[in-house]
């Protein structure tokens, strides 16, 4: 009997799962907990926000592509700026396509004109011909039909608050001109457009880029020779109006009303 009162006792715990397997679950409901303040605060800003901010976001959900009106701090953090909307924009290319067509020839030479809404404004793009409609063979001087239709244009455009930028664009065929390069020939291209343009309506402050790309963006990559590469691009920019909402609107009708009065040149 004394040696069975000696005999060592074994204690066996066993390691209970309970807390292992429910360890992680208060950080899922802190998550929860946080992305409901999240909400709340987002909804608590949208009510204090003003009516043309509400407006705009609303307008981002129907219309994520960004072409709808736009929100958003000025460099200064000062206010809040208003874009021209794309139907607006759809508007105003209607007006200007109006204008080029009553242009001497335009019906032969329509496919070589496109005007398009894109996500950076109103992209407007003469394609040239193998024998060259707009600019004169291998120089930046503009032909009759050229100087007609950007005179025409700038009529236009110049009625508009929106800013304008000006690109020269070429084809891959090496420049026969020593010292001269497709280079040169894409910015002086530009540069004599938006001489001409602002001689004839388009305000100085308006352009706020001239660009030559020479052949770095061709519009037929597959033919690199293919003649609509030489072209010179106006595109039109979403205007940023940087006013109360009634006043931003206001601006932006007034734009639209005066795109629609007849051009002055030619007629």
């Known amino acids: 009997m ?8 074994i204690v066996i715990r066993k390691k209970s799962g309970h807390g292992g397997h429910h360890g992680g679950a208060w950080k899922v409901a802190y998550a929860d907990f946080v992305t409901a303040m999240m909400a709340l605060f987002i909804v608590l800003w949208l009510m204090s926000s003003s009516d043309q901010a509400k407006k705009a976001i609303g307008g981002y ?3 994520p592509t960004g072409f709808g009106k736009q929100v958003g701090s000025t460099m200064a953090g000062s206010g809040e700026s208003l874009a021209i ?10 007006k200007i396509e109006q204008a080029m067509r009553k242009a001497p020839e335009f019906q032969k030479l329509e496919k070589n004109i496109q005007v398009t809404v894109t996500g950076e404004g109103l992209r407007i793009e003469l394609l040239e011909t193998d024998k060259g409609m ?3 063979s291998g120089k930046p ?3 009759k039909f050229g100087e007609d239709l950007l ?4 009529a236009e ?5 929106n800013k304008v930028l000006i690109e020269g664009h070429t084809d891959s065929a090496a420049f026969s001109g020593e010292g001269y390069s497709n280079w040169e020939l894409s910015a002086d291209r530009a540069n004599a457009a938006r001489r001409l343009m602002q001689e004839s309506g388009l305000r100085s402050d ?5 660009r030559g790309f020479a052949d770095q963006r061709l519009r037929v990559p597959k033919d690199p020779t293919d003649p609509s590469n030489r072209r010179i691009s106006v595109i039109v920019q979403y205007a940023l109006l940087n006013s109360p909402p009634a006043k931003a609107t206001a601006s932006a009708s007034a734009a639209a009303k005066k795109a629609a009065e007849p051009a002055k040149h030619g007629e």
Request: charged letters at 30%.
């Open 2 to 9: 004394a040696d069975e009162s000696k005999a060592p006792i």
């Open 151 to 154: 005179q025409r244009l700038a």
């Open 61 to 63: 959900f129907n219309d």
């Open 141 to 143: 001087k503009p032909s």
């Open 85 to 94: 909307t794309k139907t607006e924009m759809s508007e105003i290319k209607d």
């Open 134 to 136: 707009f600019f004169e």
């Open 206 to 210: 308006q352009v706020t880029q001239v």
């Open 157 to 161: 455009l110049g009625k508009l608050p």
